[in-house]
T-cell receptor, first 113, second 112 residues
Framework: AQSVTQLGSHVSVSEGALVLLRCNYSSSVPPYLFWYVQYPNQGLQLLLKYTTGATLVKGINGFEAEFKKSETSFHLTKPSAHMSDAAEYFC???????????FGTGTLLAVQP | NAGVTQTPKFQVLKTGQSMTLQCAQD?????MYWYRQDPGMGLRLIYYSASEGTTDKGEVPNGYNVSRLNKREFSLRLESAAPSQTSVYFCASSESKKNIQYFGAGTRLSVL
């Protein structure tokens, strides 16, 4: 069975600092991996995805993530945090056959001025 | 381009009442999904429909029913609401081969 673990339910950074949100997955087959962002009182929006090919994936708003098979990780990073990045971030793994997504429990990112 | 539209946005029910949450997508997607979101638990799949005419249970189907009315619409019904069903409900759709799900804005449901 597939699963996702997000380390740290709350992360706080200063504006301009590095953002690092951690995600580890478990999958018996090569996974499709996703990061979604949820702004307050809104639905989820895709940040980036990994399917095959290049292991460093670039997404919207300056975010990127690296697929590391040996570490079963897909951590999300952004070099310099902006106030507008404050949101909840969800890592997810996909069952390729059914397109079903398995979500992590989310990480709430706070950006301090 | 509306994407995925959910109605209503907010709803308050009394225990035992029934209601249907509506979802429609205009992206011609084959697959549609219903999730619930609870604090500290992420999103959990209630039901999904891989294509028009098919529905399958997800992780937490008890207390819910679904109908894939046509390719555009996928409704979620609570026959006898319980306080444990207080949650935020999200509908999503995807094109089968691309694995990207697009989400609606959610329905915030309180059951008293």
């Amino acid at each position: 069975a597939q699963s996702v673990t997000q380390l740290g339910s709350h992360v706080s950074v200063s504006e301009g600092a590095l953002v690092l949100l951690r995600c580890n997955y478990s999958s018996s087959v090569p996974p499709y991996l996703f990061w979604y962002v949820q702004y307050p009182n809104q639905g989820l929006q895709l940040l980036l995805k990994y399917t095959t090919g290049a292991t460093l994936v670039k997404g919207i708003n300056g975010f990127e993530a690296e697929f590391k098979k040996s570490e079963t990780s897909f951590h999300l990073t952004k070099p310099s945090a902006h106030m507008s990045d404050a949101a909840e971030y969800f890592c997810a793994v996909s069952d390729r056959a059914t397109n079903k997504l398995i979500f992590g429990t989310g990480t709430l990112l706070a950006v301090q001025p | 381009n509306a994407g995925v539209t959910q109605t209503p946005k907010f709803q308050v029910l009394k225990t035992g009442q029934s209601m249907t949450l509506q979802c429609a997508q205009d992206m011609n997607h084959n697959s549609m999904y219903w999730y619930r979101q609870d604090p500290g638990m992420g999103l959990r799949l209630i039901y999904y429909s891989a294509s028009e005419g098919t529905t399958d249970k997800g992780e937490v189907p008890n207390g819910y029913n679904v109908s894939r009315l046509n390719k555009r619409e996928f409704s979620l019904r609570l026959e006898s609401a319980a306080p444990s069903q207080t949650s935020v409900y999200f509908c999503a759709s995807s094109e089968s081969k691309k694995n990207i799900q697009y989400f609606g804005a959610g329905t915030r449901l309180s059951v008293l």
